[in-house]
């Protein structure tokens, strides 16, 4: 890899960098210029993510779109995430990436490979960069769960939390309920 060998550890990254690297089927992310790299979703994270899509989209409200995994979020240019989904406002949408930094919701789906960096670095990064919503959502296997976070002044703060067969009804972006156990059967 021709990225590799040119860098060395501490070096920073641009977006620019990241789109010279060539398609190899691992997750390619950038977070201020420090490059991050898991292997290609299981099958139980890719069904979870197809279930919330499907809440999402039925009442999704026609100034916003939902996306699915893989879209780069860009919000400057040491940045490059994706959400495993995410929901803009359509009068921001661009062709080919994100760029707005103001998200509407980032969701991450926990895994053995992304959960530190989607529970600690990506909820900073959305956070600091005012991402309006951010869901975490574990699929278990023991007790999935969902957790919501809303940005209040500048910080998230926690607007429901589900386990199991709980029902969470939130507002933001829209409104919509969620089933914990509902999105992770398979």
């Known amino acids: 890899m021709a990225v590799q060998e040119t860098r060395r550890v501490g070096e920073v990254f ?11 089927g691992l997750q390619w992310e950038l977070l201020d210029g420090m490059l991050l790299v898991t292997p290609a979703p299981r099958a139980t994270h890719q069904s979870v993510i197809g279930e919330i899509y499907l ?5 999704c409200p026609a100034h916003l779109k939902v996306f699915l995994s ?11 995430l994706q959400p495993d989904l995410l929901v ?9 990436n994100v760029t707005y930094p103001e998200l509407d919701l980032a969701v991450e789906v926990l895994s053995p490979s992304t959960r530190m960096k989607d529970l600690l670095l990506k909820r900073e990064r959305y ?4 991402v309006r919503s951010y869901w975490i959502v574990d699929p278990g296997p023991e007790h999935p769960s969902v957790l ?4 209040v002044d ?3 703060v926690e607007v429901g939390r589900a386990v199991d067969d709980e029902r969470l009804t939130l507002a933001n972006p829209f409104e919509v309920t ?3 156990a509902d999105l992770a059967r398979w």
């Not at 809440?55 to 009442?59: D, E, F, S, T, Y």
């Not at 406002?89 to 080919?96: A, G, I, M, S, W």
């Open 70 to 80: 893989p879209l780069d979020w860009r919000p400057d240019q040491l940045t490059n």
């Open 127 to 130: 956070e600091r960069a005012g």
């Open 14 to 24: 641009t977006v620019d960098d990241l789109d010279a690297i060539p398609e190899d």
């Open 154 to 156: 500048g910080a998230y």
């Open 55 to 59: 809440v999402l989209r039925h009442g």
């Open 178 to 180: 969620l089933v914990p």
């Open 88 to 96: 803009v406002r359509r009068d921001r949408l661009e062709v080919k």
């Open 148 to 151: 919501a976070l809303d940005l």
